[in-house]
């Protein structure tokens, strides 16, 4: 997934009106304001209450679903081997956001203040917050590029992460 379809992606459902915001890898490398290492996916969470108008976009730009972790999260796959993981949030009127976990009881909670902005390729996009990103990078046993990514925010943030 490079930079210019990240950009497009975002086109295509800002075009739908859904709104997202960029996690993952794409998300840190938003923060940062460039890209660090190649990125095999983009991780988008997105309104639940839009979740068709985002599947008809993504479908209409050749995109179909792959997995279905519903209401966790599910995929979509462009016939390239682009890969999209959607993560629908139930939004509050305080502008904070909570998104099914797979244990009912403890559900992913986002607070208002982590919906930010970012640059890719100098272009302002909505992404999750640095203190957001180090919340969900706890708890399971870290990749390379996890481990990466937390030195980027280490490195440019002067933030606290446990790997």
């Known amino acids: 997934m490079t930079a210019d379809d990240v950009l ?4 295509l459902l800002r075009q739908a009106k859904v709104d997202v915001w ?6 840190i490398d938003a923060l940062i304001g460039e890209q660090t290492r190649n990125h095999r996916d983009l ?3 997105h309104r639940q209450d839009h979740e068709g108008a985002a599947v008809a976009a993504l479908s209409e730009a050749g995109f179909v679903e792959s997995q279905d972790g519903r209401p966790i ?3 979509v796959t462009a016939p390239d081997g682009r890969e999209i993981d959607l993560h629908p ?7 904070s956001g909570v998104q099914a976990s797979p244990e009912p009881e403890r559900p992913f909670i986002y607070p208002a203040s982590c919906f930010v902005t970012g640059t890719i390729k100098g272009e302002p996009v909505p992404c999750l ?3 957001q990103q180090v919340n969900f990078h706890q708890g399971y046993e870290p990749s390379e590029r996890d481990r990466h990514d937390m030195a980027q925010l280490r490195r440019v943030f002067g933030i606290a992460t446990h790997f």
């Not at 497009?8 to 086109?11: E, Q």
């Open 43 to 45: 991780d988008l969470l």
């Open 8 to 11: 497009f992606v975002l086109t």
């Open 129 to 131: 917050s640095a203190e």
């Open 73 to 75: 999260r599910f995929v």
């Open 22 to 27: 960029i996690g993952g890898g794409w998300g």
């Open 89 to 95: 949030l139930v939004l509050a009127e305080d502008g």
